[in-house]
């Protein structure tokens, strides 16, 4: 099998750090300590050897290295344990604890700026605040802001209690996150992937469960008119992989083609007009996704490694890459390997990694 040259710049567009367990217990302010979140050691997460021995995920200088090992130039970091903060359901709290991680993270990014790029957690309770914590750390360096993908069933995406915040994801030039397993979804209020679930059931939320939550936010973002209101608003899908994507595009195309004139939505375009300007996808081990890209998402889908976690890639991306995308021209794979994620974040792209 043909792999990736080791000169083809790699920049993964859904990576994560590894929070310590006791990083809000010994951060938050003394208000918030008895409420503080509390997880296990690393290495008591069942499953999750390979996880919890990388050292990179906490430590950037290790980090760097272990990106050198699978040939990765830069990395879209995104957090761990936080991802389940989302589900929080007390407001002060969880501003609180994202404040406290993005302190962290801008700690661990600033030791290589141009290859550690920091998605900020943004608690949507209060759009003022939400706002003011999107200024705060896009001033501080991050380039993107990350909000609930299930949002507090009172508080639907498609509600104009979210204006403020996408207006300010215009303005500052932030795109928006919406990451799998946050906020109010089927692991139960971001208690864990599957909390609750076991036997068959599990692989119901592993895949049916999993891809609904994003179906309903995209649906919400395009079918309500926000990405018509907002057009410079771009919003990215991370970790819900692709291979999906097309068929129900083409599925809201052509009901609203049918319906549009007995029952108007509030938009002037087809739903795949607004996803194709507006949405970017990340991919990082999908078969099927990359058989699509022949002919969708050139421009719109994002490699990445989902580095250190389970599921990663690393250290073979190269060799799961050439086997997704090999049958692609060059300047197709540039595209998804490097140039959308470097269009999309306005970065400097690195030099390549050995």
């Known amino acids: 099998m043909a792999i990736a040259t080791s000169n083809e710049v790699l920049i993964s567009a859904d990576s994560h750090v590894s929070e310590d367990p006791n990083l809000w217990v ?7 300590k008895d409420a503080a979140p509390k997880f296990p050691d690393r290495r008591q997460n069942a499953g999750n050897a390979r996880f919890a021995e990388k050292t990179g995920g906490y430590d950037p200088s290790e980090r760097l290295k272990e ?3 699978d040939g990765v130039s830069a990395e879209v970091l995104y957090p761990t344990l936080g991802l389940r903060l989302f589900g929080l359901d007390d407001p002060e709290l969880q501003e609180a604890c994202f404040r406290v991680y993005n302190d962290w ?4 990014c600033s030791v290589a700026l141009d290859r550690l790029l920091g998605v900020s957690c943004i608690a949507a309770y209060d759009a003022d605040k939400a706002v003011a914590e999107m200024e705060r750390t896009r001033k501080a360096g991050m380039v993107s802001a990350m909000i609930w993908q299930a949002p507090h069933p009172d508080l639907p995406l498609h509600s104009d209690h979210y204006n403020k915040i996408w207006a300010a994801s215009q303005d500052l030039d932030m795109p928006i996150s919406l990451h799998i397993l946050t906020g109010f979804n089927y692991s139960k209020a971001g ?17 049916n469960l999993k891809t609904i939550d994003a179906m309903n936010a995209f649906f919400d973002l395009i079918f309500y008119g926000v990405l018509d209101r907002y057009p410079k608003l771009r919003l990215v899908n991370v970790e819900n992989e692709i291979g999906w994507i097309p068929f129900f595009l083409q599925q809201w195309d052509y009901y609203y083609r049918r319906f549009k004139d007995s029952n108007p939505p509030p938009i002037s375009e087809t739903p795949s007009f607004y996803f194709d300007r507006q949405i970017y996808v990340t991919f990082f081990d999908d078969h099927v996704g990359g058989q699509n890209l022949t002919w969708w998402g050139q421009d719109n889908a994002m490699w990445s490694n989902d580095y250190p976690h389970p599921n990663s890639t690393w250290p073979n991306s190269r060799e799961v890459i050439a086997r997704d995308l090999n049958h692609l021209p060059q300047d197709i794979r540039k595209k998804l390997l490097c140039d959308n994620v470097a269009r999309l974040f306005n970065l400097r ?5 050995a």
């Open 191 to 207: 208690l864990g992937p599957q909390a609750g679930r076991s036997g068959v059931e599990h692989y119901r939320g592993s895949v």
């Open 105 to 108: 993270l801008l700690e661990y």
């Open 26 to 32: 010994e951060r938050l302010p003394a208000k918030f």
């Open 349 to 353: 792209v690195p030099v390549p990694v």
């Open 67 to 69: 990106m050198a090992q």
